[in-house]
């Protein structure tokens, strides 16, 4: 008959304890046992032999161990483990974001606008006349603005201008003093567990337990949202080959700070959620480590909302489809991002020389970020394209203080 071991996890911190314990006793027993055999006489020791008794304990103390050594250990050939994939090129980071939506369900799964999409009506975030004031200093002041469900929404602001105070009042880990913050329908004040189930968060400097690995690590916030057996198993798959973590068995503590970001954002959608919340996820990062989480963002375009603080414009221009521009704990500009380079942007001025220019002429058209395109005297192409840096900075500056 085989051997039939209990379900228990020896990384569980009683199970640890429980074989310290019994370790510790063990010993104590045999030291007792041993220290009695040589001070007790032979004639008061069942059969007259004190060696064969101290035989005796050592050969129980060592067969456990001996039998498993020996016969409990079964050799596999060793698995080749593939190496970490970062996310990226051919569509391998959109697959994993379809993969795990589509392992969610349908009400997760339904872009915006959807027929299976009952809750496109609501935006997933509005805010109205929102204002928070720490003591005398007031970090929102009458803050309003709407996003669509199933966009990549650019929360965009220098230092200090609330885009913190505003993600933390939309996580519930804050209250307004004044106005109303809406989340999917529902004021964030009075929001219930059944909503907070559905949102994922980031914050700017994430925590992480360092001794644990990645798998450990999901598993764990999987947990915390009810998530178990195969469904959570499924669901760890999906992240890590989303964070491009797959075959990873570092500690968290051995982590770059860019496989740390990206550990941070497959933590924040391990429940699927309908609104993603990151705060700044691509701050500090090197420009590989940041494309990578951009990459990521981008995949998620219409199976979730994500609401993307940042002050790093080029991170915008590449995966938001609108933008709110706040300075001040107010909204100075909420537009597409192409309306409003329109609008307000000045214009940048590239000399491109190529071989034949009519066909990079013809595969720049309709680009909604080319303002003109003309053929110069010596052949190059001079291209007039919108600025978001200049819309930036003449928002902020021009925005009453």
Not at 88 to 96: F, I, L, M, N, P
Not at 308 to 321: G, M, P, Q, Y
Request: net charge negative; with cysteine.
């Amino acid at each position: 008959m085989p051997l039939v071991a209990a379900s228990v996890s020896l990384d569980s911190p009683l199970v640890v304890a429980a074989l310290a314990v019994l370790a510790v006793v063990e010993l104590g027993l045999l030291a007792w046992a041993l220290v009695d055999l040589s001070k007790r006489p032979a004639e008061r020791v069942a059969g007259g032999s004190r060696l064969l008794w101290l035989l005796l304990c050592l050969f129980v103390q060592l067969i456990g161990p001996l039998l498993y050594l020996v016969v409990g250990r079964l050799h596999e050939a060793p698995r080749q483990v593939p190496p970490p994939q970062a996310p990226g090129g051919d569509g391998h980071v959109a697959r994993a974001a379809a993969a795990l939506y589509d392992a969610a369900g349908p009400r997760r799964r339904a872009p915006a606008g959807s027929a299976a999409d009952t809750e496109s009506t609501e935006p997933a975030v509005e805010l109205i006349g929102v204002g928070k004031v720490f003591r005398t200093a007031a970090a929102l002041d009458g803050l309003s603005l709407s996003v669509p469900e199933g966009s990549v929404f650019g929360f965009l602001g220098p230092n200090g201008a609330g885009k913190t105070t505003t993600l933390r009042i939309l996580a519930g880990l804050a209250r307004p003093t004044s106005g109303e913050a809406r989340v999917l329908g529902h004021d964030v004040a009075g929001a219930g567990g059944d909503v907070r189930a559905v949102v994922g968060f980031l914050p700017d400097v994430p925590a992480f337990y360092k001794w644990m690995t990645a798998p450990q690590y999901l598993r764990f916030a999987g947990n915390l949202f009810g998530l178990r057996g195969e469904a959570l198993e499924a669901r760890v798959a999906a992240l890590l080959d989303l964070a491009g973590l797959t075959g990873v068995g570092t500690h968290i503590g051995g982590f770059s700070r860019g496989m740390k970001q990206r550990l941070g954002v497959a933590q924040a959608l391990v429940n699927a959620p309908r609104l993603l919340l990151l705060d700044e996820p691509t701050s500090a990062l090197d420009p590989i480590g940041r494309r990578e989480v951009l990459d990521m963002i981008a995949a998620l375009r219409g199976r979730t909302t994500v609401f993307f603080s940042t002050h790093i414009l080029a991170d915008v221009e590449r995966v938001c489809d609108t933008v709110a521009i706040i300075d001040n704990g107010r909204v100075v500009a909420h537009a597409p991002i192409d309306e409003l380079r329109r609008r307000r942007g000045g214009l940048s001025r590239l000399a491109v020389e190529v071989d034949e220019p009519p066909l990079l002429v013809a595969a720049l058209e309709g680009a909604a970020w080319l303002r003109a395109v003309e053929v110069a005297e010596d052949g190059g192409l001079r291209l007039a394209t919108d600025d978001l840096e200049d819309v930036f900075v003449d928002l902020v500056e021009g925005a009453p203080r």
